[in-house]
Nanobody
Framework: QVQPVESGGGLVQAGGSLRLSCSASGRTFSGYSMGWFRQAPGKEREFVAA????????DYADSVKGRFTISIDIAKNTVYLQMNSLKPEDTAVYSC????????????????WGRGTQVTVSS
């Protein structure tokens, strides 16, 4: 099993940047795919980005392409989400999820979840 733990959320002005981190507890991310999801108040959870454990493949939601970058440091058992040019509509709780095998974009495909970290973008 693997237990993701997120960090790096906070309050930032529109146009600013944040970097979220997701580290593993118990196991390394080797052999896994990692996904970032977010959920704003009153809205459904949505896919943000995902990366294969090898770092060789990534996927992004259209709403964040060109602004967000997902990466992984295998040696540190850590996946990152670099968020630039943040917009108020990016405000949400961001959760890191892990699954064995290849990439998926549906949250139901991920059995291991962190507790989430709040990202608030002020206008």
């Amino acid at each position: 099993q693997v237990q993701p733990v997120e960090s790096g959320g906070g309050l930032v002005q529109a146009g600013g940047s944040l970097r979220l981190s997701c580290s593993a507890s118990g196991r390394t991310f080797s052999g896994y795919s990692m996904g970032w999801f977010r959920q704003a108040p009153g809205k459904e959870r949505e896919f943000v980005a995902a990366i294969h454990w090898s770092g060789g493949y990534t996927d992004y939601a259209d709403s964040v392409k060109g602004r967000f970058t997902i990466s992984i440091d295998i040696a540190k058992n850590t996946v990152y989400l670099q968020m630039n040019s943040l917009k108020p509509e990016d405000t949400a709780v961001y959760s890191c999820a892990a699954r064995r095998g290849g990439l998926e974009v549906g949250y139901a495909d991920y059995p291991y979840w962190g507790r989430g970290t709040q990202v608030t973008v002020s206008s």
